[in-house]
């Protein structure tokens, strides 16, 4: 079966640093997805990792241990604006079956 | 120049009733999705259209079915409306197994 985990919520202080895990079982790997998705909104994408380490863009950066099943999302210096939910994936298939599952998402709460 | 269109945003219907939400991609995509995201806010997959061919068919009801026209284009239809069928419908596109591009998405309401 497919099981993507990640932390319901997390709460953190504007200015701080915030690590947001994920740990997944799939049946194959071709890809990891880090998603933000405010309220109402759609999510919208902000990392991909296909290999082993840290990708770093900006406050975020994502990494990734494939041997683990883990992942990672970090937010550097918070903004009220990083009050979201952000949605880990997984690209379970290559080779042209393309399929995207999502975890259930962690809501992220920024303190003043 | 939006990249992935839905409409309509907003959709209040009885039980019972068939409604349609469409979608269309100007990105040049060759895979599109339908995914349904439900109260708890978790995104589940519903279908998934690689040039015309739906390659990907989770277990959802057969009351619903997606209609692609053309490769721009995937139109979900539902019919015989449930109150459970109330949710946020995202349709999305991707090139081959990287990231997704989603729609605004559609929040039904069935009463």
């Known amino acids: 079966g497919q099981n993507i985990d990640q932390p319901t919520e997390m709460t953190a202080t504007e200015g701080a640093i915030v690590q947001i895990n994920c740990t997944y079982q799939?049946?194959?790997?071709?890809?990891l997805f880090w998603y933000q998705q405010h309220a109402g909104e759609a999510p919208t994408f902000l990392s991909y990792?296909?290999?082993?380490g840290l990708e770093e863009k900006g406050r975020f950066s994502s990494f990734l241990s494939r041997s683990k099943g883990y992942s990672y999302l970090l937010l550097k210096e918070l903004q009220m604006k990083d009050s979201a939910s952000y949605l880990c994936?997984?690209?379970?298939f290559g080779g042209g079956d393309d399929k995207i599952i999502f975890g259930k998402g962690t809501r992220l709460h920024i303190l003043p | 120049d939006t990249a992935v269109s839905q409409t309509p945003k907003y959709l209040v219907t009885q039980m019972g009733n068939d409604k349609s939400i469409k979608c269309e991609q100007n990105?040049?995509?060759?895979?599109m999705y339908w995914y349904k995201q439900d109260s708890k806010k978790f995104l589940k997959i519903m279908f998934s259209?690689?040039?015309?061919?739906?390659?990907i068919n989770e277990t959802v009801p057969n009351r619903f079915s997606p209609k692609s026209p053309d490769k721009a284009h995937l139109n979900l239809h539902i019919n015989s409306l449930e109150l459970g069928d109330s949710a946020v419908y995202f349709c999305?596109?991707?090139?081959?197994?990287?990231?997704?591009?989603f729609g605004q998405g559609t929040r039904l309401t069935v009463v």
């Open positions: 999305a596109s991707s090139p081959t197994s990287t990231e997704a591009f």
């Open positions: 259209y690689n040039n015309k061919e739906l390659i």
């Open positions: 990792n296909v290999l082993d």
């Open positions: 799939t049946s194959g790997f071709n890809g």
């Open positions: 990105l040049g995509h060759d895979t």
């Open positions: 994936a997984v690209s379970p």
